[in-house]
Structures are given as C-alpha cells and as structure tokens.
T-cell receptor
Framework: AQKITQTQPGMFVQEKEAVTLDCTYD???????LFWYKQPSSGEMIFLIY??????QNATEGRYSLNFQKARKSANLVISASQLGDSAMYFC????????????FGDGTTLTVKP | DVKVTQSSRYLVKRTGEKVFLECVQD?????MFWYRQDPGLGLRLIYF???????EKGDIPEGYSVSREKKERFSLILESASTNQTSMYLC????????????????FGEGSRLTVL
C-alpha cells in the first residue's frame, strides 16, 4: 500500500486566492513527521513546513499552513494568497521514527497560479 | 548558508559506462540519501547511509551502489549504465531520527539529470 497519496496530479488557482493540496498517509508508527516540499521548474527541492504526529496545533509558516487531521490521516497543505512564484510541483512526505530516518514521498501535485 | 552540492547538474553517458554521481554536504549530518525522481512516480529512495561506511538499500537499489568513505560525501555509482536509468537524481541529507528535535527535514542538492544513450 502506498504510504503517501497525493490525489491531485495538477491544480490551478487564481493569483491571490487560497489553494489546498491534498495528502493522505498510512502508518502504524505512533511517532512520525509530515513534510511538504516545493520543487520549482529549476529543480531544487525546498522544505516548506513540518508537522509532528504529537503536535496539537496545525503548523504554519508564513502563507503556508498544514491542515493536520490525525484520525483521518490527512495532512493537507494550504497556501493563502497565491502568488505567481508559487507555481511549482509540491511533494508531501512522511518520516517515521521507526523507519531509520527514511522519508517516503508522494507522487507530487503540480500547481499553476494564473494571473 | 547550509549546502548540499551535487557534482554535475547534467550528464550524458553511453550504455554500459560506469557513472559516478558525487554529493557533498557541509552540515555535519549523519544521514545521507540518494533519490531518483521520475514523472508521475515521485521520489524513490535508492540507497541511504546513516554513518560513514554504513549503507542500506532503499526501495530501488538494483543497478546502483554507493560509497561513503567520509561523513560529508556520499557517492552513487552506476556500474553499467542502462537507458532505463535516465532520470533526475537527488541527493539529500538530514539529522538522525534519534536527534531531539526530529524535525528531520531533508536538505537537497540541486539534482543531477542523467541521460543514458
């Protein structure tokens, strides 16, 4: 079974609007971390935001927030006030403490911001 | 500024050639990883290393080997390149999962795009 599922291969959003990128995960490890990375067309992977499995509050970093619903095993990324520079591929990833520090990635979502 | 540096951004090799992809990090991280990225398949782990001279197979190790002689350097080796190894290769490093913070985000290099003809 796939550990990280991103069901949206591509998404479009109008500039200045908010967008939600979906991510569901599967693990039996009680201690894990969830991550979102951004990959612009230039290719480098950029870490955006982190949520720990024991964190009570949803993580936020500037315009990025992570909507963490533990019981549903979902970790959606919300980008507020989209900008043209947000156009990129976005990857959801999970790191399980019992998995020797390895991260598992979803297939990615390509976000296009329209002017 | 912390950095992971991959030796080559673009490589073109012939089938059967031996290929070395080098990766160096300056963050004193114990963990280093090699991923392969293909369209629609996300990132797949080839090998990782959690200490000098230590290595473990990831999800797709076939056709690859690695070397970690020094903490800062992790090399990916294609003993005999094949066309199905044409891909983007990403090196990454992180602090160990046993570290107190365990934020554990990966720091990536810029990627090496390999074409095997």
């Amino acid at each position: 079974a796939q550990k990280i599922t991103q069901t949206q291969p591509g998404m479009f959003v109008q500039e200045k609007e908010a967008v939600t990128l979906d991510c569901t995960y599967d693990t039996s490890d009680p201690s894990y971390g969830l991550f979102w990375y951004k990959q612009p067309s230039s290719g480098e992977m950029i870490f955006l935001i982190y949520q720990g499995s024991y964190d009570q509050q949803n993580a936020t970093e500037g315009r990025y927030s992570l909507n963490f619903q533990k019981a549903r095993k979902s970790a959606n990324l919300v980008i507020s006030a989209s900008q043209l520079g947000d156009s990129a591929m976005y990857f959801c990833a999970m790191r399980e403490r019992g998995n020797a520090g390895k991260s598992t990635f979803g297939d990615g979502t390509t976000l296009t911001v329209k002017p | 500024d912390v950095k992971v540096t991959q030796s080559s951004r673009y490589l073109v090799k012939r089938t059967g050639e031996k290929v070395f992809l080098e990766c160096v990090q300056d963050m004193d991280h114990e963990n280093m990883f090699w991923y392969r990225q293909d369209p629609g398949l996300g990132l797949r782990l080839i090998y990782f290393s959690y200490d000098v001279k230590m290595k473990e197979k990831g999800d797709i190790p076939e056709g690859y080997s690695v070397s970690r002689e020094k903490k800062e350097r992790f090399s990916l080796i294609l003993e005999s390149a094949s066309t199905n190894q044409t891909s983007m290769y990403l090196c990454a490093s992180s602090s160990p999962s046993t570290s107190p913070s365990f934020t554990g985000e990966l720091f990536f290099g810029e990627g090496s795009r390999l074409t095997v003809l």
